[in-house]
């Protein structure tokens, strides 16, 4: 099948979305040391400044951003009204990937 | 629980993310300048209403959302019956809640 | 490039087979439906087909193209293959049976399991007078034009992946007998929809909507279905 920028969207939309179930319950252990007090939440931040992590979080950030993205296409699809030209909001994709992109760099300059 | 009821969950969770993560990929980018410690996070959110409001149902409805999402993923590409996911997806549902909600208390709690 | 030689393969063979490989000359104003007459006319007279109108009408021509669904009838050799090579197979989605044709019972199946026309009107009644500028007549003025192809069954990755999925066509469908005045039981049509495998199944991204011949929007019919049946959760709790 050729693949057009829906379906690169949909395939955009579903591996972020995984990737943020599978990281949440990991971030919530995170946060949950703090119970622990500060000194223990920082002994696992320190972890977060590994390169490997570093680049892991970078990747985490896109995939949220790229979420919001195309999960506010999809409703802009179901629950708006269709127009006759671009119903599919193609140009929603490329907005939501310029916007990734933006958050990208932002965090990027952030960090360093 | 039917497939309208749960469409209708998880795109009125989406709603109400949308700015919530908005707000926290902001939040994300200004916290990681020069490196994350346990003391900004946790001056910024212990003994905070408004954090924990926003925390406390951030938590809420991903923990409803992202089983919802996971759902139809595990249904279309693995080849797990369609009862074990359900019930897989509720254990997941209540993990991301327990732990959300813990870290929150971590968070914004009385803390050490 | 009405000189020259076209580099056809065409699958032969059911779910188990093989590409045959012909040439066929290239000619001005030359259909993909064509092509394949050709070669079944002049190589291979066991090659099996379909087509019926020839002028996008019946809907019975669908193939896919270079991995493209399309009709072929009204597809020109010229705009999908201008290096004048073409790879024809049968549909997705569907069990091929003998060469380019495939098994439409799948297809039809799911597009009959969302109901049939059942009005309430007899003989003596006069014919219903349904307003074109009524609302739900409005809704469908495009989605009743279907011809049937299944361009957008083949096209979907959720029919692919999910066989209980009821897919875009016979959605689109109940979306049309949804809004049909003269259904009787539109209620048990919409019922049928948000049963699983119906419309909340449907991702919302449009490779139905993006291939449909006819420029018909699947999607936007599927929405249709998941909108009224949000409506009918809030206001009855039905669902
Ligand atoms: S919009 Fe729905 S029906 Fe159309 S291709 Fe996508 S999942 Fe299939
Ligand atoms: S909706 Fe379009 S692509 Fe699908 S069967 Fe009807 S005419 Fe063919
Ligand atoms: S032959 Fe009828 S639509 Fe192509």
Sequence with gaps: ?112 | MSEARLFLLQRLTALVMAPLVLVHLVLIVVAVQGGLTAGEILGRTQGSVFWGLFYGIFVLVAAIHAPIGLRNVLREWTGIGRRPIDWLMVAFGVLLLVLGWRAVVAVVGGGA | MAEGTLEVRIWRGGDEGAFGAYAVPARENQTVLDVVTEVQRRFEPSLAYRFSCRVGVCGSCAMTINGTPRWTCRTHVKRVAPEGRLTIEPLRNMKRVKDLACDMDGFLGKWASVGTFEGTATRADPPAAIDPASPARREVDAAIQCINCAVCHAACDVVAWDPHYLGPAALNRAWTLYNDARVADRRAVLDGALQPGGCHTCHSHGACTEHCPVGLSPTASIAGLKRAGLVSLLKGGRS
């Excluded at chain 1, 969207?9 to 703090?34: D, E, I, N, Q, V």
């Excluded at chain 1, 939440?41 to 979420?67: C, T």
């Excluded at chain 1, 699809?77 to 990734?100: K, M, N, Q, S």
């Design chain 1, 1 to 112: 099948m050729r693949r057009g920028a829906g379906w690169w969207a949909a395939m955009g939309h579903r591996l972020s979305g995984l990737a943020l179930a599978a990281f949440l319950p990991l971030h919530f252990l995170m946060l949950g040391r703090a119970l622990g007090g500060a000194e223990a939440l920082d002994s696992s931040l320190k972890i977060a400044e590994l390169p490997l992590v570093k680049v892991a979080e970078f990747g985490l950030v896109i995939a949220l951003a790229v979420h919001l993205a195309f999960g506010l296409r999809v409703l802009a699809i179901e629950l708006l009204p269709w127009p006759a030209r671009d119903g599919l909001r193609l140009r929603l994709v490329y907005l939501g990937l310029a916007a990734t992109v933006l958050v990208g760099i932002a965090f990027a300059v952030s960090v360093v």
